[in-house]
T-cell receptor, first 115, second 113 residues
Framework: GAVVSQHPSRVICKSGTSVKIECRSL??????MFWYRQFPKQSLMLMAT?????????EQGVEKDKFLINHASLTLSTLTVTSAHPEDSSFYIC???????????FGNGTRLTVT | DQQVKQNSPSLSVQEGRISILNCDYT??????FLWYKKYPAEGPTFLIS?????DKNEDGRFTVFLNKSAKHLSLHIVPSQPGDSAVYFC????????????FGSGTQLTVLP
C-alpha cells in the first residue's frame, strides 16, 4: 500500500539552529503534501500545503519565513524549521494523498526538541 | 473556534465489549468524515470514512455512523481488542475547499484485557 516516509523520527537541536525534516512518498507520486503539527494531547493542526514546483500555501498564523517548505520533486517535500526556539518543540507530521478523493496517508512524524 | 470536537479525552472499555467514540462538528459544509488511529510517536493511520450522503459505513469491526441533523458522528468498535488501544481522531473536510482535514482533539481509547 501507499507509504509516506518521514525522516528523522527524532531530532534534538540547540536554540538558534535550523532543522530539516524530509517527507517522501515511497510508492506513489504526490503533487501535494501537507505538513501538520501536534502539541501534546492536542489535535493535529495543518501548517501548510506543499505544492510540487510552486510555493507552499501556509495556514493563518504560520510563519512562512520560519517554516520553510520545499517540494522539489513529486516524491519529496522538506520542512525546515529555521532559527529554532524551544517553543518550536513539537511533533511534526507530513501527509499525502495517493489520488484525489483518497484518504490522507501520514508519515510517522518527527519529534523535534529544541534545547 | 473548534469546528470538530471530541469531548471525551479518554475512554476505557473491557476487551470484547463495544467501544463508542463520539465526534461533533459545527460546520454544516463538511461533507466527508474520517477516523484515524494514532499510536504514540507515530503518524495517524486511516481507519474508516463516510460521505455525507450516507449515514453508516461498516468495515469489519469498525462502523461509523453519521447524524447530519445533529452534526454528530460516532465510531463503533466491536468487539474491542487490546490492540485497539490508541488515540482516535475524527476529521472532517468539505469539497471545493483548498483546505484539507480539520481534526478533532482525539480520544484515548484503552481496551482492558
Amino acid at each position: 500500500g501507499a507509504v509516506v516516509s518521514q525522516h528523522p523520527s527524532r531530532v534534538i537541536c540547540k536554540s538558534g539552529t535550523s532543522v530539516k525534516i524530509e517527507c517522501r512518498s515511497l510508492d506513489f507520486q504526490a503533487t501535494t503534501m501537507f505538513w501538520y503539527r501536534q502539541f501534546p494531547k492536542q489535535s493535529l493542526m495543518l501548517m501548510a500545503t506543499s505544492n510540487e514546483g510552486s510555493k507552499a500555501t501556509y495556514e493563518q498564523g504560520v510563519e512562512k519565513d520560519k517554516f520553510l517548505i520545499n517540494h522539489a520533486s513529486l516524491t519529496l517535500s522538506t520542512l525546515t524549521v529555521t532559527s529554532a526556539h524551544p517553543e518550536d518543540s513539537s511533533f511534526y507530521i507530513c501527509s499525502a494523498k495517493v489520488a484525489p478523493g483518497s484518504p490522507l496517508h501520514f508519515g510517522n512524524g518527527t519529534r523535534l526538541t529544541v534545547t | 473556534d473548534q469546528q470538530v470536537k471530541q469531548n471525551s479525552p479518554s475512554l476505557s472499555v473491557q476487551e470484547g465489549r463495544i467501544s463508542i467514540l463520539n465526534c461533533d462538528y459545527t460546520n454544516s459544509m463538511f461533507d466527508y468524515f474520517l477516523w484515524y488511529k494514532k499510536y504514540p510517536a507515530e503518524g495517524p493511520t486511516f481507519l474508516i470514512s463516510i460521505s455525507s450522503i450516507k449515514d453508516k459505513n461498516e468495515d469489519g469491526r469498525f462502523t461509523v455512523f453519521l447524524n447530519k441533523s445533529a452534526k454528530h458522528l460516532s465510531l463503533h468498535i466491536v468487539p474491542s481488542q487490546p490492540g485497539d488501544s490508541a488515540v482516535y481522531f475524527c476529521a472532517a473536510s468539505f469539497s471545493g475547499s483548498a483546505r484539507q482535514l480539520t481534526f478533532g482533539s482525539g480520544t484515548q481509547l484503552t481496551v482492558l484485557p
